[in-house]
């Protein structure tokens, strides 16, 4: 009881003939025109669910009592009005009631009343948790695995609760899962199924935010994939979506799209990555407090989305050819006494990865050819490659000879190799002319050794490096010598001069005059190498 000016109050039990209590409050000082009092009163709700009947409070010696009833409950209750009797139910005060998932004590309805007496019958029981559910699959389809991760967005809109329960997808092995909000998790197995059994660290309300991942092992690169689908148990709703990254060298199509609808890529949400996030909070810009979109980075090549529990969709995969491009940096350094040949090789591999590549070489030079790059097993000397299509082992021609280098990996994208060779100058020289010697004098035979004190002019082979099964080729020269040496204009065939300037970085900064060169035309496929 509490009000002003109050001297003091009592309760009587109730009497003969009235089953009511009688409060009589004794004021210090007589009132006029107005008083208030407030009376609170408590009793207990033995076990749920049960009914109840609001009681009603008369106010004595009154011409007319009138008055309005707010009946609130906290949000672990259900409340539900079974009888109301002259009572009108009206708007709440203040607008709508409060969120069902609060936990504080929230209006529920409210009435109003002319006369009395008024019945209110009342039944509660304990809350259900309504829990809504959205998922966000990224699955990854490589050449020996798979693996998803997937990231579940909960919205808890009425009571709480302590975990989840997820019927997880067959054939996936490493199960984990991560979460602020999570405190541990376990698998279960219940007729033929596998569950996943997520542990909160407290209850959980409103929305809550965890990821699961996975991965199995594949048989075959071209093997059928079937999306990984997840339920979420004793859930209102769930609305799941799953983005599929493909390999590079795996061609999908869609064999069966089971109960999953086939969506746009585009479709989907953008994720904002931490980076971006920060870069947005310093420019004052809004920041979703919750992650937006399919978890984790990468290209996505196809999408879907389906509700509750579904037939998941059945991928299929066609290998792809590797596209292999190559660029050949040659460079030839001129000195006193010898000749260095070093050919840089930078390999472009598309669509699917090689770990064999082949070149072809003189066998003249096969002796004195060295080969460096990253993580070559061995170099086959000669090799002979399998048959074609047709039947017809590929030939490298008459005084050559395949070499393959083998990798201990499939590589992807860029890839180099070098191949050096030194030569005395004298071995390098096919021809020798003096330069006081006469239009039409005979020459100095090949491989002829000149006088140290002769001036003579010496024409030098570039021995063919020829890079086999390739989709195309293309490749600078550069041509550097020592001070004392002089570089003059000599014939060559398919080769167009070029501005040093325009030559490729591995080309540039070797010292000395260069003269350069490019093919007159890309090689296509099939293409020999380098012309001499």
Request: proline residues 8%.
């Amino acid at each position: 009881m509490t009000g002003q000016n109050i001297k003091e109050w009592d309760v009587k039990p109730p009497g003969e003939g009235s089953p009511d209590q009688r409060l009589t409050v004794h004021l210090h000082a007589p009132v006029r025109q107005s008083y208030g009092l407030t009376v609170s009163l408590e009793q207990p709700l033995d076990s749920l669910p049960m009914n109840f009947t609001v009681p009603v409070v008369r106010a004595e010696n009154v011409v007319r009592q009138r008055g309005t009833l707010i009946v609130s409950k906290y949000g672990e209750l259900d409340l539900e009005t079974v009888k109301a009797e002259s009572l009108t139910q009206q708007a709440l005060p203040g607008g709508a009631p409060a969120p069902s998932g609060a936990l504080e004590e929230a209006p529920f309805a409210s009435y109003r009343y002319l006369t009395l007496p008024y019945l209110l019958d009342l039944s509660v029981k304990k809350a259900e948790p309504l829990v809504e559910v959205e998922s966000w699959t990224r699955y990854a389809v490589e050449i020996e695995s798979s693996r998803f991760t997937t990231r579940f967005d909960y919205q808890i809109k009425r009571a709480g609760i302590f975990g989840t329960k997820i019927r997880l997808p067959q054939g996936f092995e490493g199960v984990e899962c991560t979460g602020a909000v999570v405190e541990d998790f376990s698998e279960t197995e219940a007729d033929g199924a596998r569950y996943l059994n997520v542990k909160f660290s407290s209850r959980a309300i409103g929305s809550v935010h965890f990821e699961v991942t996975g991965r199995r092992t594949r048989a075959q690169a071209a093997d059928d994939e079937t999306l990984p689908v997840f339920a979420p148990q004793d859930v209102a709703r769930h609305e799941a979506r799953v983005a599929v990254q493909v390999h590079t060298s795996l061609d999908p199509n869609t064999r069966n799209s089971g109960d999953m609808r086939q969506m746009d890529v585009a479709e989907l949400p953008v994720p904002v990555g931490p980076k971006q996030q920060q870069q947005n909070q310093q420019q004052g810009a809004m920041v979703p407090a919750v992650p937006v979109g399919i978890p984790g980075t990468g290209p996505l090549t196809v999408a879907f989305r389906y509700r509750g529990e579904g037939v998941p969709a059945v991928l299929g995969f066609k290998l792809k050819e590797p596209q292999v491009i190559a660029d050949v940096f040659t460079l030839v350094s001129v000195k006193d006494q010898a000749v260095r040949y070093q050919w840089t090789v930078a390999y472009n591999v598309q669509y699917a990865g090689v770990d064999t590549f082949v070149i072809s070489l003189p066998s003249s030079i096969a002796g004195d050819l060295r080969v460096e790059g990253d993580l070559i097993k061995e170099t086959q000397k000669p090799y002979t490659p399998p048959a074609g299509a047709d039947g017809v082992v590929p030939s490298p021609g008459e005084g050559r000879e395949f070499w393959a280098v083998m990798l201990r990996d499939k590589r992807m994208g860029a890839y180099e190799l070098k191949l050096t060779l030194d030569r005395p100058l004298s071995e390098s020289a096919t021809a020798a002319v003096p330069v006081e010697a006469a239009a039409g004098a005979p020459t100095v035979a090949a491989g002829a050794v000149p006088d140290a004190n002769e001036a003579r002019d010496f024409l030098l082979n570039l021995p063919e490096i020829q890079i086999s099964q390739i989709f195309q080729e293309s490749g600078q020269i550069a041509v550097v010598k020592d001070d004392n040496l002089e570089i003059l204009d000599a014939p060559t065939v398919n080769l167009q001069i070029i501005d040093p300037k325009e030559l490729d970085a591995r080309l540039v900064g070797s010292g000395g005059a260069i003269q350069a060169y490019i093919p007159s035309a890309s090689l296509e496929t099939g293409a020999q190498g380098l012309p001499e």
